[in-house]
């Protein structure tokens, strides 16, 4: 019994900790429960799909999947085509969607070759083609486009004639989803088209690990080599996963830019590698072994982290200016915080399986 | 050769998926004004496509984005006897064409206006 | 033509290809309108600026601590000491000396606790080394505006507290390691002669007792353990050194950029070293300074010398645009490399 205990306590030190953080700071910052509430309802309705589209990968072996950025940016393009031609409501955002699954699965075989060729630092490399393919991003938006690339919409373009503006309104298509079909419980609202829009994804992930596909990714996930002699394809069924998440990200930084309304054209994706993983992260999951409820209990736990900290910071020391360096230190701080606790969690784990090894061998190898 | 056959046709069913997407979303500008050509009412209300109520005063023009292809716009005002006016049609948006509606020739043919869009550079 | 070939193959095909790549860039400038020998001069500036942060990466690399990412801790370690050293009122030589002097404290403490963290995470330790990188710029941020410092030259004008976010030390000691060389404004060769030093004494270390102990701990831990060596410990000093050569190598860049920059400036500092001492040839466990030379000379060289060929090519500014894919696209190679892990 007190060795259940222990063992939950170990598996699930991450989310633990913080939630302990959380319960702390709730008193300091001033915040008032039913906001919390309707905060995060928003904020899992908005987040929920990009952080679920990381656990195909981890799932493959392929760790945390920075390259969900690349998803992004094929999200925000297909964002800027709809708007350049005006197209609006939920006809836009499917047309988005439908517009930027090209882009995605083409930059998703391109993440995904990439990180074939970097086997055992697939994270590292997945932060700097983040930062790569941003650059082409940009190139493409802020050169490209309005010049090579025709647009017709002036109002979102450089007043120097090509090259797309900082920030685009999107309030043709602000909500659409949101409010489509919308639940009142209480005094907290309820988007419930994106949340059934969530549950289904949940749902495909479940029925995806039962798949010969989603079975083959698992047996790449635990040893390569045994994979590899089972007779998978292992090159092509580890690109197939970041196309999967890659076309996933998309469509989640879709759903996320149409709740909020404005899209930041050269900023919006850069922050979403980061949150989702923070949130996967701080919900306990691995580079190793990543589940839905990390996902979704990560998204609450990490969203009220943020929303808390600079509140209270602001009332600790009065600065809100502060306030805000201190999220940001405790975002990374607590990103670098799971993963040691991972690592940690990971040598006990070894530690407890040699010592295993080592009892059996002492008995005797019963066969 | 099945797998093609049905990836071609998956293909072609998304491209389908675009274009009526794209019709069917597109936002299209269109005018309104009150200016009668014998009588024009001080005040006409018009209803796009089920939208809200939107006033219109005598000789002035108007501009509404509205999406797809098909609508109807109801209009009403008080006639040169007095009389309540309702009038419903129907008229379809088209790409690159300019549609202004007068709203005080709503009962003669001339109530739409159909120009083609000049490109602007 | 084998003699050839056997040489490449030593030398890498990246590394040819890049110098391949940075030769015909300074074969172009001239025709599309850039002198060849600002060019020149400007690469070999940029080269002064960041070898020694390069150089910093190496003490890690071979106690297999893995690359540096933590890099911006010893940087702000060395901001630190710079910033002590204008409210001082520290100029010239002295200043620039002074900078590195009080850094150096900061960098030992942060190096040390920094360590243990890494010793704690052996095999997972370029993950977390870049969050403690970024957190560590969050603190100091938080620091930058509630430390008590004075000068005018660095505090917000107008009765602000806390300091500026870029300050000049024009008057201070921008260009203290050049100034008693000729040809200051062309050649760097103080801060080419203070690298040299520094390389010199990296090369002698590792000839020691406790270099190559280090270098045995990185390459082969059990070996090491074996022969009695403290593997925690000798982790432990190269992440000191490591820390306290990015605190010396900010402090160099500082005084030639002119200009002290606080804030999220550290932020990605670490990216652009590990990809030149990648591009140099270096593994995640094997650096020399031979790597770090021609490391940093490529990557700045390419970094000076593509954009401002691209911008007169198509008369646009797309520098910073173009300095994204550069670098960025330069590590994603090196990193796709097989061979040395």
Redesign the interface.
């Known amino acids: 019994m007190k060795n259940k205990g222990k063992k939950f306590l170990i598996n699930n030190i991450v989310p633990i900790v913080i939630l302990i953080m959380i319960v702390m700071a709730i008193p300091i910052s001033g915040l008032s429960g039913g906001y919390l509430v309707q905060e995060m309802i928003s904020r899992l309705s908005r987040n929920s799909f990009l952080v679920l589209s990381l656990i195909i990968p981890v799932v493959a072996g392929m760790g945390l999947n920075f390259g969900i950025v690349l998803g992004a940016m094929a999200g925000q393009l297909g964002l800027i085509f ?1 708007t350049d ?8 955002i ?2 988005a969607v ?2 930027s ?1 090209p882009i995605a699965i083409l930059l998703g075989i391109l993440g995904g070759y990439i990180l074939n060729k970097a086997k055992g630092r697939e994270m590292i490399t997945s932060i700097i083609m983040g930062f790569f393919i941003n650059g082409v991003y940009q190139l493409v938006v802020l050169y490209g486009m309005g010049n090579i690339i025709p647009m017709t919409n002036k109002k979102i373009i450089l007043s120097r004639g090509y090259g797309i503006r900082n920030a685009i309104d999107l309030k ?1 298509i602000r909500q659409v989803l949101d409010k489509s079909m919308v639940l009142k419980i209480g005094e907290f609202t309820i988007p419930l088209l994106t949340i059934l829009i969530i549950g289904a994804l949940c749902l495909f992930i479940v029925w995806f690990r039962k798949t010969k596909l989603g079975q083959d990714m698992r047996a790449i996930g635990q040893d390569i080599e045994i994979a590899k002699s089972a007779g998978i394809a292992v090159e092509r069924t580890r690109i197939l996963s970041i196309v999967i998440s890659t076309v996933l990200a998309s469509i989640g930084q879709i759903i996320f830019l149409q709740n909020i309304g404005t899209m930041n054209t050269y900023n919006s994706h850069e922050q979403i590698g980061m949150f989702s993983i923070a949130a996967i992260l701080i919900g306990g999951a691995t580079a190793a072994k990543a589940s839905i409820p990390n996902a979704l209990g990560g998204i609450v736990l990490f969203h009220l982290m943020f929303v808390i900290s600079p509140r209270a910071g602001k009332e600790l020391v009065g600065s809100a200016q502060i306030g805000e360096f201190f999220r940001v230190f405790i975002s990374y701080g607590v990103i670098a915080l799971a993963l040691v606790l991972h690592q940690w969690r990971r040598e006990q784990e070894n530690k407890a399986e040699r010592k295993k090894m080592m009892d059996m061998q002492l008995s005797g190898g019963e066969k | 050769m099945k797998t093609i056959a049905v990836r071609a046709g998956v293909i072609l069913a ?1 491209i389908l ?2 274009i009526f ?2 019709i ?4 299209h500008a269109i005018f309104l004004e009150n200016k009668g050509e014998i009588y024009t009412p001080k005040n006409a209300y018009y209803i796009l496509d089920g939208k809200k109520e939107v006033k219109i005063k005598k000789k002035k023009k108007k501009r509404e ?1 509205i ?1 797809g292809i098909d609508h109807t716009i109801e209009i009403r005002f008080k006639g040169a006897d007095g009389v309540e006016k309702k009038v419903v049609k129907e008229f379809k948006t088209k790409m690159g064409k300019k549609i202004t509606i007068n709203v005080a020739m709503i009962e003669s043919d001339s109530w739409l206006k159909v120009e083609e869009l000049k490109s602007k550079k | 033509m084998e003699k050839i070939k056997s040489y490449i193959e030593t030398m890498g095909w990246p590394r040819v290809i890049i110098a391949l790549f940075l030769l015909s860039m300074y074969v172009i400038a001239p025709f599309v309108g850039l002198d060849l020998g600002t060019s020149l001069s400007d690469t070999l500036i940029r080269f002064g600026m960041n070898a020694i942060l390069v150089l910093s990466l190496m003490p890690m690399i071979y106690s297999g601590t893995g690359l540096n990412f933590g890099l911006p801790l010893g940087v702000e370690a060395g901001l630190i000491g710079a910033v002590i050293s204008v409210e001082m009122g520290l100029t010239g030589v002295l200043g620039f000396w002074g900078a590195i002097i009080m850094a150096i404290p900061f960098a030992v403490v942060f190096g040390w606790g920094y360590s243990q963290i890494l010793n704690r995470v052996k095999g997972g330790e370029m993950m977390i080394a870049t969050y403690v990188g970024f957190s560590s710029v969050a603190i100091m941020c938080i620091m930058w505006l509630i430390l008590p410092f004075k000068s005018q030259d660095m505090i917000w004008a107008y009765g602000g507290s806390g300091l500026r976010t870029t300050i000049s030390i024009e008057n201070y000691w921008q260009g203290a390691l050049n100034s008693i060389f000729p040809m200051a404004d062309k050649i760097p060769f103080g801060e080419m002669i203070f690298f040299g030093f520094l390389a010199f004494l990296m090369w002698g270390f590792f000839k020691t007792k406790s270099g190559l102990a280090m270098k045995a701990v990185g390459a082969n831990p059990k070996f090491a353990l074996a022969t009695g060596v403290n593997i925690d410990k000798v982790r432990t000093k190269s992440v000191i050194m490591s820390t306290m050569l990015a605190a010396i190598g900010i402090i160099v860049y500082q005084q030639s950029f002119g200009f002290i920059q606080l804030y999220l400036a550290p932020f990605y500092m670490a990216f652009p070293a590990i990809a030149a001492i990648l591009i140099g040839g270096a593994s995640v466990n094997k650096a020399t300074v031979i790597n770090v030379m021609i490391g940093t000379f490529l990557f700045q060289g390419i970094l000076t010398m593509t954009p401002s060929v691209i911008n007169n090519l198509v008369k646009t500014d797309m520098s910073e645009t173009l300095r994204i894919i550069i670098s960025n696209g330069m590590i994603l190679y090196a990193l796709t490399r097989k061979g040395g892990k």
Do not use: P, Q, T
């Open positions: 709809i031609w005006r197209i609006v409501g939920m006809e836009g499917l047309l439908l517009i699954l043709s | 998304m998926l675009a997407l794209f069917s979303g597109k936002e984005y999406k």
